[in-house]
């Protein structure tokens, strides 16, 4: 029942900043994990940040100090504010949430991806 949407991507210039949107829809009762990961062509999909089960923060090490993750409860909306882009960071990127519903049905629901580009 649970959808996500994200948003925010597009081409930027190394150096540039974008701010991932990930709206939600439908209903979940308890959320274990959310996060963000990402995926280039010819390589696995990656980690790239995620808030655990009572606030907790995980970052990759290759964008820890650039990038924030921060969700809106009220809004059911998660973002991932990202700083000084690099070249590397090219992918799509992928929302993700882990949790259960009303009758405690596991759920492991990804939004669609939105494409980063940071050019040269």
């Known amino acids: 029942q649970v959808q996500l949407v994200e948003s925010g991507g597009g081409l930027v210039q190394p150096g540039g900043s974008l701010r991932l949107s990930c709206a939600a829809s439908?209903?979940?009762?308890?959320?274990?994990?959310t996060g963000w990961y990402r995926q280039a062509p010819g390589k696995q999909r990656e980690l790239v940040a995620t808030?655990?089960?009572?606030?907790?923060?995980n970052y990759a090490d290759s964008v820890k100090g650039r990038f924030t993750i921060s969700r809106d409860n009220a809004k059911s909306t998660l973002y991932l504010q990202m700083n000084d882009l690099k070249p590397e960071d090219t992918a799509v990127y992928y929302c993700n949430v882990v949790g259960s519903d009303y009758v405690h049905n596991v759920l492991n629901v990804w939004g669609q991806g939105t494409q980063v580009t940071v050019s040269s």
């Open positions: 808030i655990g089960s009572g606030g907790r923060l």
């Open positions: 439908g209903s979940i009762v308890s959320i274990y994990n």
